[in-house]
């Protein structure tokens, strides 16, 4: 189908270009920008008026629990609210149930994936058996099977000798290895923050120490068999600065932040709201504001809404009891537009790192709008406020804490390869 897209403010952080322009869409592709051929008819306007398009969001690790029992949400729930969100491009997490260390598992999500034809999705295998730290995955099938990445999601591979061996073959592969970096045993058993307000409250703690310490070794080990990693979802700044020191001495490592480590803080567990349960842990308001400033300088190279839906079996569980992670897949726009009103970082680079950065550690084609380019787009209303509501959204996972926040952002239309797959 044949669509114009007129008048919208187009950012195109992959060319540089912000303007306000028309585009023209045929074929699944970008026919045109700015100047139209007399001679293209579109079977579609689209009015972009006052809206913001941009390429397709990128999400680097998405919680869709297929294969899994489903009373969480599975593939088709999460795709759709990633599409809702302005999300086009989706890395899944190997953390399914069986884990994603099989190529009947890739298969499996390419082909639901195909089916279903809403957000284009890269699952990631695990770089460990089981994700268990103990036994290498069959690295070679999944690669085959379609995994763009190897991971091991929330986990760490405790054995040095083992991750030596891992990253070395994803060396050869030629495929990024995404660790979730900590020591285990620094970390064992807390469930928040290691400080005062952890001590208050009864609950056991995470020391920051242990992200630093993961960090550390993770990075060494990956210099010692010349492996570029990408650390994920970094929450203090000690663990930053190993990754600047190990970029200084020129070793390939990327990394991203969750945007809830960028606007929330330890104080957001209020009174055991387990909604607010994150790993890692929501840290102090100190080491937030240094992500900010880490951030604004071009430190990091992608903001990710690290999407981990929860039914809404869990919410009699206790803090302790209930299991890790936020759902915002849906709001991974706004929620970043939220660090725009703040002064962190202009529109443009926002989008940056919501498109080209994660797009960038994936390997994956960079999002563009430019004559040639796919037409995966997102295009939004950066005006429209409005009050979440997390029973109005799409996935069912309620886990999140940004209830009756005010924010701006609503995306209106989403498109996948020219198709208009979310319009709101």
Known sequence: MQRLLRGAHIIDPATGFNAVADLAIADGRILARGQIPAAFVAEEVLDGT???????????ALQ????GHGRDGDLASELRAAVAGGVVHVALSPATDPCADTAGVIHQQRA??????????????????????????????LREAGAVAFSQGRRTVSNGALLRLALAYAADFALPVLLHSEDALLAAGGVMHEGALSVRLGLAGRTAIAEQVGVLRDLAIAQLV???VHIRHLSTMAALDGVQAARQRRQRVTTDVSIHHLLLTEQDVGLFNIHAKTLPPLRPVGERDALRQALAQGHIDAISSDHCPWGVDRVGQ?????????????????????????????????????????ARVLGLPTPSLAPGAAA??????ADRYFMVDPRQLVSPGKNQPYGQWELRGQVRYTLVDGRLVYRA
């Open 50 to 60: 006052g809206l913001v398009a941009c390429p397709g969001l990128v999400e680097m």
């Open 64 to 67: 869709a629990h297929t294969p």
């Open 112 to 141: 639901i994936a195909a089916a279903l034809g809403l957000a284009k999705v890269y699952p990631t295998g695990a770089l460990t058996r089981q994700l268990a730290g103990a036994a290498l995955s069959e690295m070679a099938a």
């Open 226 to 228: 010349d492996c570029p």
């Open 318 to 358: 206790t803090f302790a009891q209930a299991p890790f992670g936020i759902a915002a897949v849906e709001l991974l726009l706004p929620l970043t537009l939220r660090l725009v009103d703040e002064g962190v970082l202009d529109l443009s680079a926002a989008i940056a790192l919501l498109t080209t950065g994660p």
């Open 376 to 381: 995966d787009l997102c295009i939004f209303d």
